[in-house]
């Protein structure tokens, strides 16, 4: 079983449901967006929700996939979704998982700080760190060598710029529009883990 993969019952669950949905590139994308957090969160000394984070990470991106694109909701949104229905077929509580869906929307922002909520925080580091190589320089080499090894990239940054451009087409005020307009597929296109 690979490095980062959780062996709890929440973990199971969102990896057969992320395995189900997401194709090889952007499951692999949603275990590394795991594994880069919760690495910084370890470097940083930040204590968090170990199953609420990757649980989460899991299926930030389901509503980007074919049966959970919503047209009328930005896709961060949409997964929110997902998660909720996941963690209340788990068992979970009402407010976890309203926590579960608030991590998932909240990482499309870079403005959330690890003091205001660190499980947010840690999905947008994680998740800017794989998409953009944000921060990747900060990483141990050995520790990115063995994440890409264990879950490689299989052409994630084109695929997954076409599809937050699809999304910005029919939803131009999404966060992923932003994205887009903020010339997010250039930052993509360089980023240094396509390198190793």
């Known amino acids: 079983m690979s490095t980062w993969i959780r062996d709890t019952a929440s973990g199971r669950a969102a990896l057969e449901i992320a395995s189900e949905y997401a194709d090889p590139a952007l499951l692999n994308h949603s275990v590394r967006s795991y594994a880069f957090g919760a690495e910084y969160a370890a470097r940083h000394g930040l204590d968090y929700d170990e199953d609420l984070l990757y649980v989460s990470a899991l299926v930030h991106d389901?509503?980007?996939?074919?049966?959970?694109d919503s047209h009328t909701l930005p896709f961060e949104e949409a997964g929110g979704h997902v998660a909720r229905v996941l963690t209340a077929g788990l068992g979970w509580p009402a407010e976890r998982r309203a926590r579960a869906a608030e991590i998932i929307v909240l990482h499309m922002r870079d403005d959330v700080?690890?003091?205001?909520?660190?499980?947010s925080h840690l999905l947008q580091v994680g998740t800017s760190a794989d998409v953009s190589g944000l921060r990747v320089g900060e990483f141990d080499p050995g520790f990115v060598r063995a994440l890409l090894a264990e879950h490689p990239r299989l052409g994630f940054g084109k695929a997954f710029t076409a599809l937050f451009e699809e999304q910005a087409a029919r939803k131009p005020g999404c966060a992923a529009a932003g994205w887009v307009a903020s010339g997010g597929a250039g930052r993509a296109g360089s980023n240094p883990l396509d390198r190793i």
């Open 62 to 68: 389901l509503g980007l996939t074919a049966p959970f």
């Open 113 to 119: 700080t690890a003091a205001e909520d660190v499980e």
